[in-house]
């Protein structure tokens, strides 16, 4: 049996995700590019969703880890492209609109397939 069938989705990595928002007390927009664990998905998406995400919260309700944020409406490129080389990922890829569910299953699936 290998060691990888043992795995889960959240070994797999993390969905890397752009989401905006509004400082407090109308201080202005944010950006902020998050890792999102994939078993947490759906329930950072209902916070997104419901309006209800808090980003100081996002650590501690165990979402997954916060890459880098900043104030405005978008990211500056050199920041998207630090992303990107840090997730090794293409940076049109960044910005795909995949299912990512169902990208970390398929990856999980071919993890679990690979013999130590």
């Excluded at 069938?5 to 201080?27: C, F, H, K, P, W």
């Excluded at 309700?61 to 890459?67: K, L, Q, S, Y």
């Amino acid at each position: 049996m290998s060691k990888n069938s043992n795995l889960t989705e959240d070994d797999i990595g993390r969905m890397v995700m752009l989401v905006y928002g509004q400082m407090g007390n109308n201080a202005g927009p944010f950006w902020c590019y998050l890792a999102v664990k994939p078993s947490k998905y759906d329930a950072f998406q209902a916070k997104v969703k419901n309006k209800t995400f808090d980003i100081r919260t996002f650590d501690s309700d165990g979402f997954g880890e916060i890459i880098v944020s900043g104030e405005g409406v978008t990211p500056p490129a050199d920041v998207t492209k630090k992303v990107a080389f840090m997730f090794n990922v293409p940076i049109k890829e960044l910005f795909l609109n995949i299912d990512p569910k169902a990208a970390v299953a398929k990856e999980l699936e071919r993890m679990k397939r690979i013999e130590d």
